[in-house]
């Protein structure tokens, strides 16, 4: 078991930067590649970004390229994602999930992943 929590989300202007947290604990950290992903009011969640277990390997989604880097602290359990210049557009929950083994090249798709957070709230004002 892997219990996720995330943080480091809220209110900001457009234009501003966040740095999303998320701890993990239970099973070895270092053992799970980790995502993150977002879901805006009415859509789909949408894969943003992800990590290999050991963070040589990182994977984007397209929207995500240029504005969003995901790395990891083995040594404190936690995953993070920053992210410049918000726009509205980036307004979401924003979730982090762990899959016990290695990134694959389907890190996009949900079910891959075991383990999800409860997610922060991303809200980007104009």
């Known amino acids: 078991q892997v219990q996720l929590v995330e943080s480091g989300g809220g209110l900001v202007q457009a234009g501003d930067s966040l740095r999303l947290s998320c701890a993990a604990s239970g099973r070895t950290f270092s053992s799970c590649s980790m995502g993150w992903f977002r879901q805006a009011p009415g859509k789909e969640r949408e894969p943003v970004a992800a990590?290999?277990?050991?963070?040589?390997?990182?994977k984007y989604a397209d929207s995500a390229k240029g504005r969003f880097t995901i790395s990891r602290d083995n040594a404190k359990n936690t995953v993070y994602l920053q992210v410049n210049s918000l726009k509205p557009e980036d307004t979401a929950v924003y979730y982090c999930a762990a899959r016990n083994g290695p990134l694959l090249s389907i890190w996009t798709s949900l079910s891959e992943y075991e383990y999800w957070g409860q997610g922060t709230q991303v809200t980007v004002s104009s």
């Open positions: 990590i290999s277990r050991f963070g040589s390997i990182t």
